[in-house]
Each structure stands twice: as C-alpha cells, then as structure tokens.
C-alpha cells in the first residue's frame, strides 16, 4: 500500500537523506556542534533521570509512602509556611513530595524501556518474517499493521488494561502491544531492501540458511533506524503511561508514579498547585531529555 | 492484492483508464476497509469480553438469581462468545448496536450524538497545528541551523515532549483559575473551545513542525530548485511555489495519521475539561461496565480512522500524479 511505504519514509526517525544536496563545510560543522550539543543535554537529563531513580532505590529524603496529615499541603520551601525537610513541599497526605518524584523515576524509566523492548521485539520479529519471506505470511503481517493502526492506541490500551486489571507488568505489556506497529512497518522496509543486496543473494547461492541470512546480514543492517525509533519510543511510552495512570486505569496508585501523582494532585491545584507541577515538570524534563538524544542520534 | 490496473484495456484513452483504475482501486480499498473494520469488531468485543462480567456492575448486591439470569438472557449473555458476538454482528449490519445499560436507550445514537464534539474539537486542532506548523515548519527549513531553526525546532520539541493531560491542568490553572478569562471545563460556547484545542493541538503542532521541517529541507536539496534558483526566482518564491507541494506527501500522510490519533486520543484531554465528546463518553462508559457504548464508540472512532486513511491515499493522487494508485510500494 502505498500509504504505509510513504508513511514510512515520513514517519520513520531515520537519517536524514541529503540526496544531491551539496553540503558546505561550514555547514557542516555547524550540525555536527548541534548534534553534539543534542547528544550533550539529552545524555544528561538522561542520566540524571537514571542516577536519581537509581539512588531512590537505596535512599530518599524520606520515605516515599510516609503520611503524616500534621504537614497536609506544605508549599514548597520559598513559600510562606514551607518546612524544613519538604524542599518541594507535601501532598494531601503529607507525603514528602521531593521523595515521591524521585521514587517515580523508577516507574517510568522501567515502563519505558520494558515496554520497547515488549514491543521492539514482536514487531522485529514480525516485520523481519514478512520482508524476507514476503508472500502470505507478508499479506497476513501487514493486515494486522491496518487493523492496529485503525484503532485508537490510547483507547485499546485503556480496553486491555479495564479487562487486564491495573499493574506496572500489564501496562508494560500492553503499551508493548500498542507499538509494536511502528517497529514492523521500519524493519519490513529495511528488510525488503536488505534482501535485495548482492551479499544476500550471494549468501544464499553458497547455500546459506535462512536463519543465518537474517542473523548475519539482515539484522546487522537494519538495526540502526530501530534503534533511533526505539529511543524515541522510550519517551512516548512514558508519556503513554503518565496518561493512563493519570486516567485511573495504569498503574495502581500503591507504587509511585509521576501520573498517579498527577491524579492525585489535580484534585488539589486550586489549593496547592505544587502538587500537579513537579509531577508534570518531571515527566517533560525525561521525555524531552529523551527526545533530544534520539534527535541527536538520528541525525549523526 | 494482485496488480489489476486497466493497462490490458484495448482500445481505450488514457484518461478513461485512469478513472477506471482508480475505481478499482476504491473498490478494492473499501473492501480492505471492511475487513479491517470487521477485524477491529472481533477485537474489541473480545477485549471487552475478557474484561469480567457486566451483569454484576448491572445489579443491586442483593438481587435475586432469578433476575440475575433474566438479565443475562435479555442481553444474550448466557450465550458462548462466539455465538454473541455472531448476534451482535447481525445486529450491528442493521445499525443496531444495542442498548446502553446506563441510559437505557440506542448505544449507537449516543455515541452519534456525541462525536460532532469530538470532531469539532479534532479540527479546530489540526486547524491550529496547522496554522501554526507550516510557517513555522518552512522557517526552520529556509534559515537551517540558524536562530529561527533553533526557536521554531525548539518549540517542536516541547510540543512533542509535554504530557497533554499535564499542559492542560496548567492551562486552568492559568486562564481558569488565575485569570478568570476561559472555563474549565463543559462545552457550549466558543469559549470553551479555547484551552482544550491548544491542549490537544500541542502535540501534532510538534509533529508538524519537524516533519514540514525535514522535508522542506529534503525539497531544497534537489535539482529544480537549483533550477528555480538559477532562474533568479526570491528564495520566499521557491519555498511557497515550488517547495511547499512537493513537500506535501509526507506531511498530508502525517496530517492524516494525526486526525486519526486526534479522534481517538482527544480521550484524555476530554477527561481533564470534561468535553462531552466520544473519548470522555468511552472513559465513563468503561468505568460503568456500559459495553454496548464502549463497542459502538470503538467502531464508530475506527470507522473514521479508516475513511481518514482513504481519504489521505486518495489526496497523494493529487498531490502528486506521478503516484499510481493501487501500485505496490517498493
């Protein structure tokens, strides 16, 4: 079809192709500052994102879970009545919420990886049987691509996790199912092509078998655009578990979440708006961290 | 699909064979659409299947069995999921998609009589995306790595990396809370339009603006431009004239995926202003166990998705001429 080819070459984050353009080298030079500078800043929001959930594994200020109604809804230390203790204030219940951001780091960092690899792995496996054996097992594959793609994600997502039940496993799973899409449709291009190469046929003619073809030389070479993708696909599945924990149907409101401390703290902006703030400001620190190192790393 | 354009035709202009391959090819695409909307049924009703047992959200703790089963057989429920899934087919052909547990009237109505909100909202957002992405978009693309790239590709990158829900809140607490200019939440008024279209918008403004961006930039590096150049045409000419449609293909198909994710992913947003529109009525729905509206607001939201994707394949034809219908891609 000729919607998924072209959608393809728009959607797909891949290298840029500066076909027949004549690149200067001042100009070049100027990207590669740019990327580097990409690279630089989103490397360290990463980072950071991944030191913080990592310390809050073995230490927070306070415990994440620790109520205590006496500090209901302390603002955040420059304000009037802050607290020593509680930089960035407490929740309803009087959680620290400087230890609740850092505990949520966990969360999202976990969903948006193990989610990729969930859903880089079935659309890896399924876009590589569909390019390189091609025929019905391609027409099959690329059906249900249409029939995914038809479906509103967030609106299946929140179907599967009604009927799944809540829990960081099912929305692993289940924004794995979502986008595993993406993944096919890239590796069936970049397979279609790869298979066409004079060292795959040539392997084939010295009797290789079809396992080794795709483990030798097919995957070695698709790989890069999947990678890009999947950086990029880290961040929006953060941004896909904030929401549903934020509607009520993710992640259960037991662990810590940036999106349930969202839902939490929507009920009390009008009195305490610090608690929808951090949470949010969390979230869009990871994500454009994230974004700006698949940014850097498609354009190198 | 096998390759079964006109050409083998005798006798027959070319201007005839066109339209006859194009009709084919619509035919052969609403088939697919069919099939695809078929398979989206089968989907959700297993889904919504596999979820538990409504009757149990339907009834008073304390009812009597007699009448647990009653309600069990009015709605087929004590059938096996095939065989209720092959009634509600039957049904569904006919436009009947049952009846909501929670308003005790046409599932299907309800939903119809909520979407013109979810549309509405979905335009008046590719509306804004649109108006603000394709200057920006072909600003960065003409003045590439330099201060207008970097703003425009900087306000991308937000766009893209802001959770919407969060934007939203943000946006009361401003103009709802603070100033007291906009409403939070409801519908009705222009008004009320205001902070949820941005809401939404912000997102697919991002998308645009790359997307329009790149392939802005792809079109500058190619040899009739050079041409156009060499011609003495203004830079602001090139772009508008001659860049702008041969950059099209790539944004309308983006466009067109948008709307889509727009219908259906408005749901969150409609959550946080209370829009009454398709994705709070599902949100409600699936909290109160209303399977007929869940279902019917599926279909309905994939229903459109598929006429979007038409609709955007059909475009490329006059975008583009060089593209045939029906061709296999690659």
């Not at chain 1, 690329?142 to 179907?159: E, N, T, Y």
């Not at chain 1, 401390?261 to 929808?276: D, H, I």
């Not at chain 2, 049924?41 to 304390?62: C, E, M, Q, R």
């Not at chain 2, 959770?163 to 939440?185: Q, T």
Request: with cysteine; proline share 5%.
């Amino acid at each position: 079809m000729s919607n998924a080819a072209v959608a393809e070459s728009a959607a797909g984050a891949t290298a840029e192709s500066a076909a027949g353009a004549v690149v200067s080298a001042a100009r070049t030079r100027r990207r590669r500052r740019k990327v580097g500078r990409q690279l630089l800043i989103g490397g360290a929001l990463v980072l950071l994102t991944v030191l913080i959930a990592a310390v809050s594994l073995v230490w927070t200020p306070r415990p994440p879970g620790e109520q205590d109604l006496a500090r209901s809804l302390l603002p955040p230390f420059w304000m009037p009545g802050a607290q020593a203790g509680f930089p960035l204030g407490t929740d309803l219940n009087g959680r620290d919420l400087l230890s609740r951001i850092m505990a949520g780091a966990q969360a999202s960092l976990f969903v948006g990886i193990a989610s990729v690899v969930v859903g880089g792995l079935v659309g890896l496996t399924l876009g590589l049987l569909a390019g390189y054996f091609g025929g019905w097992v391609e027409s099959l594959v690329m059906r249900l691509v249409d029939v995914q793609l038809s479906l509103p994600g967030v609106l299946l997502a929140i179907a599967i996790l009604a009927a799944t039940g809540k829990g960081l496993v099912n929305v692993v799973l289940v924004l794995g199912f979502v986008s595993w899409v993406q993944y096919a449709r890239i590796v069936r291009g970049s397979t279609l092509g790869v298979r066409a190469q004079e060292y795959v046929l040539g392997a084939r003619a010295l009797g290789a078998t079809h396992g080794r073809i795709i483990r030798r030389h097919i995957l070695p070479n698709i790989l890069p655009p999947i990678l890009v993708v999947s950086t990029i696909n880290v961040s929006s599945n953060i941004l896909a578990e904030a929401a549903l924990s934020y509607l009520g149907v993710g992640v259960p409101l037991s662990t810590v979440t940036w999106g349930g401390m969202l839902n939490e703290g929507k009920t009390v902006f009008e009195l305490a708006w610090w608690n929808a703030i951090w949470p949010g400001l969390a979230i869009l620190l990871v994500v454009f961290g994230i974004n700006l190192l698949g940014d850097g790393l498609s354009e190198r | 699909m096998p390759d079964r354009r006109a050409g083998s035709l005798p006798d027959a202009s070319p201007r005839t064979l066109q339209y006859a391959a194009m009709a084919i090819y619509l035919v052969q695409r609403l088939w697919q659409s069919v099939l695809v909307l078929l398979a989206v049924s089968v989907l959700s009703f297993v889904l919504i299947f596999l979820s538990g047992d409504p009757v149990a959200a339907l009834i008073p703790l304390n009812a009597r069995q007699e009448d647990v089963d009653n309600i069990r057989r009015a709605y087929n429920l004590d059938q096996p999921v095939a065989v209720q899934y092959l009634l509600f087919l039957q049904k569904a052909a006919t436009g009947d998609m049952g009846e909501s547990f929670r308003f005790k009237s046409d599932a299907l109505s309800i939903v119809l009589g909520r979407l013109p909100n979810t549309v509405l909202l979905a335009c008046t957002s590719m509306l804004l995306s649109m108006l603000v992405s394709l200057p920006l978009g072909v600003l960065a693309a003409t003045y590439k790595g330099r201060f207008p790239d970097v703003l425009a590709s900087s306000v991308a990158l937000f766009g893209i990396s802001m959770p919407s829900f969060w934007l939203g809140v943000i946006l009361i607490l401003i103009f709802a809370g603070g100033m007291r200019v906009l409403p939070a939440s409801g519908s009705g008024t222009w008004q009320h339009l205001v902070l949820p279209t941005i809401t939404v918008s912000a997102f697919a403004t991002g998308l645009l603006i790359r997307l329009v961006r790149r392939s802005v930039a792809d079109t500058l590096g190619q040899m009739f431009v050079t041409t156009a150049r060499g011609k003495g045409l203004s830079e602001r000419a090139i772009a508008w004239g001659h860049v702008l449609r041969n950059s099209a293909i790539p944004v309308v198909t983006v466009m067109g995926l948008q709307f889509g994710a727009l219908l259906g992913g408005s749901v969150v947003v409609e959550t946080v202003f209370a829009w009454p529109g398709v994705g709070w009525l599902m949100i409600q729905s699936i909290e109160a166990r209303d399977l007929p509206v869940i279902r019917a607001a599926v279909l309905i939201l994939a229903l459109f998705i598929v006429l979007i994707n038409l609709v955007v394949d059909l475009l490329y034809t006059l975008l583009d001429p060089r593209i045939k219908l029906g061709a296999r891609a690659q």
